[in-house]
């Protein structure tokens, strides 16, 4: 069986700064029909900012869908054509005041496959070098450092549950761990 939903029709339903919410007719594989609301999001990148004393940069971010601050890596949107490199490399400065050295890509996530076509890069920075933060007018963070043992078993215990965080973690641990066994 191909799983596999042809659309059939598409309407834009709402237009906004950041997000796009399509309303679609689609064919399934069965030959029936059905709608598919879904989210147009630019997407983004995040990054693992590991400086040489084994930190990792987070965040407190205070995030307005949950009402609550969020502790999460550093991350932003894509503009329009951006490489998601270029993005990360922009969000770190601007975030935390750091450049890096060495970075390697984590690959991507698709964050809710139920609702949006979101994705986000990964990527983990090293070599870290620290200058001045210069937020958006409309930014308003707590960067602060924590051991990455530390933030990994937050991220395994639930005391972290941003997902791109998470998944951020487990997959630079993973990168670290192969390069050990080299």
């Known amino acids: 069986m191909e799983l596999m939903e042809k659309t059939l029709a598409s309407e834009q339903i709402f ?23 879904f989210v147009h999001h630019p997407g983004g990148a995040a990054v693992v900012a590991l400086d040489a004393d084994g930190n990792i940069y987070l965040e407190r971010q205070f995030r307005y869908p949950y009402h609550k601050v969020v502790l999460e890596i550093p991350a932003g949107k894509l503009e329009p054509g951006e490489d998601p490199a270029d ?14 050295g060495r970075w390697d890509s984590l690959g991507y996530i698709m964050p ?41 078993a937050q991220a395994a215990d639930g005391r972290l549950n941003d997902a791109k965080t998470l998944a951020a973690l487990f997959r630079a641990d993973q990168l670290m761990r192969e390069e050990a066994d080299g």
């Not at 237009?15 to 709608?35: A, C, F, H, P």
């Not at 870290?128 to 930014?139: A, K, N, S, Y």
């Open 112 to 152: 809710s496959v139920g609702y949006t076509d979101e994705m986000l890069y990964l990527y983990l920075a090293r070599d870290l070098t620290f200058g001045v933060r210069h937020l958006d007018q409309d930014e308003f963070l707590e960067p602060f450092k924590a051991p990455f043992a530390e933030a990994l």
């Open 15 to 37: 237009d906004g700064r950041l997000l796009k919410v399509y309303r679609d007719q689609v064919e399934l594989t069965n030959g029936g029909t059905s709608i598919r609301e």
């Open 87 to 100: 993005a990360i490399r922009r969000e770190l400065e601007e975030e935390i005041g750091a450049t890096a």
